[in-house]
């Protein structure tokens, strides 16, 4: 494969992976009450701060991938996060029936994102990105 076809997949799947989390990310922001409900529902403690840190880590995560900006360690952080994520709210070895195929559908999904964003974080980001030009002056 040329290198002209590995700068711009690169790119385009450094975009399509961040999206999800870019746009997520905003929204719980956005919506810092409704957010901290819906980690209420899971469980977990202190659901008002959990919501500013996870939406802080999504869209930074996200933007960072964009930009191809410490692509290695957002891309590690961002599978981190969506596995533990998946783990807690998409656990369809527990949800009723009725919800069982949709939520394995969502689980594995993440667990898709998941595996994409540790490629990322094992190869870097490619030439057109910000590491690039860091690491090559």
């Known amino acids: 494969m040329n290198e002209s076809y590995k700068t ?33 529902s899971g469980g977990l403690p202190a659901p008002a701060v959990l919501a500013v840190m996870v939406g802080a880590l999504e869209l930074l995560g996200g933007i960072a991938l964009v ?10 952080a ?16 527990s949800a009723p029936a009725a ?17 994409g964003l540790l490629l990322i974080s094992a190869l870097g980001a490619g030439p057109l990105a910000i590491d690039a030009r860091r690491s090559a002056t």
Do not use: C, E, P
């Open 67 to 76: 930009l191809g900006y410490q692509v290695r360690l957002a891309g590690l």
């Open 78 to 93: 961002l599978a981190l996060f969506t596995v533990a994520a998946s783990t807690v709210f998409h656990a369809y070895w």
């Open 8 to 40: 711009y997949v690169s790119v385009v799947g450094r975009v399509l992976l961040a999206l999800m989390f870019i746009l997520s990310g905003f929204g719980k922001l956005a919506d810092i009450q409704g957010t901290a409900g819906f980690i209420a």
């Open 99 to 115: 919800q069982q195929f949709v939520t394995q559908l969502l689980f594995m999904k993440n667990m898709s994102v998941a595996g």
